[in-house]
């Protein structure tokens, strides 16, 4: 036999026999049980709803942690969304006319992605139409909860009129997906929808804004494809017709966000973009800018506006702050929220009480009771995003993770009062999506991205 394969043959013979991966014995994990760390504190919240005339009730939708519910006042918080196990929401809305009916869209692509009903406060949950489709935004006619329209990011408009029994395609476009919808208060005939256009693949450029997680704030699609489009309907959204493009502005407007004025007839209605908010008193058929407050323009992330259901002069509008007017848009004061940056995603104000409101925000959610004097804390809802997590070598050791929007945490694995409280984690450096490294040979020592590329110790 020659040398050299000789050689090769003495060392093949010499490596040592691959089996197949042994299956792990379940017994030896089967006590080991999921637990809390912490931290204690909210996470970016995408919506939210409460119940019209009980303000001890609210909903709120999270970009990772599913659909959470208070009864009394924001105090405790409960998620009601894992026995359908849903993550990113990009919708929640309440029945009027009928409380223990609440719609949730997740808006995920993919399962479970899709609008879901509970019709028993949240007890339960099913998925009644846009399986695996996003859902941007949903509309119950507030008198009749049969009535309920759903904008699709990749597909346009839903209806249906028997509570979600069967679901009808009313405002189909394939360039185009739905992402806002709004009601006239007055008079539910009166429909307005705001469409954007569709990315390559499908998708509707909606639901990445702000870390990846859900809400109705992607930053502007720039491919070319359908420009944005509004539209209104006079009969609760069987037919449609396109508004005039008249003082908007071109092309794609990124993020839409609709109010209609109460006690207007449907004829003063806002589009909020992130070239600005625009107004028009003729039901769409002129638009004009109702603001040159800087503040209000770009982003592109979160817009929301909302008219006060009981005033049709007093104006809200998300951007770092929350933004009020009370000249019917033309000039702006912060309301809450300054200096903060919590980027401020979504807000709603019951119908029969103006001083009742929650707040959706990328720290979580609040609720006040009194107008927007006092807000409730956030440091009672564990919702936060963490991209990464990693531990250190000492014993009991400490984990170590980035949230989204909130800095990083630290906490270890045991607690010194018997569990893991809020005083038993701390803040190191690091990016909101850094990956925090401690040094193996000495825990005090800790490694973590920051801004623009850089490294911290």
Known sequence: MPKSRALLFALVASLPVLLPAQPVDPQLYAGLQWRLLGPFRGGKATSAAGVPGNPAVYYFGTAGSGVWKTVDGGQVWICVSDS???????????????????YAGASGFGPPAGLYRSTDAGGHWDLVALEGHGVASIAIDPRNPDVVMAAAA????LRTSDGGKTWKSVLPDSKAGGVWLAFDPDDARNVYAGTRAILAGGRGGFGGGGGGGAGRGAPPVTTPATDSQIFRSTD?????????????PGGNFGTISLAVAPGTKGQRVYDYVAQGIFRSDDGGAHWSRATDDPRLIGGGQ?????VNPRDPNVLFATQTSLYRSTDAGKTWDSFTGAPSGADFNYVWIDPTSDRYMILAVDQGTEISMDGGRTWTTWFNQP??????????R?????????QQDSGTVATPIAGRGGQITYRDWYTTNGFETARIVPDAADPNYLYATGWYGSILR
């Open 302 to 306: 979160f817009h929301d506006i909302l």
């Open 154 to 157: 990749d597909t346009g408009v």
């Open 394 to 402: 000492r014993f009991p050791f400490f984990v170590y993770a980035a």
């Open 383 to 392: 919702t936060g995003q963490f991209y990464n997590v990693t531990t250190d």
């Open 236 to 248: 609760e959204g069987l037919t449609w017709t396109k508004t005039s493009p008249d003082g908007l």
């Open 84 to 102: 359908v196990r849903l993550t990113g929401i990009g919708a929640v809305a309440v029945a009027p006319s009928r409380p223990d009916t609440v």
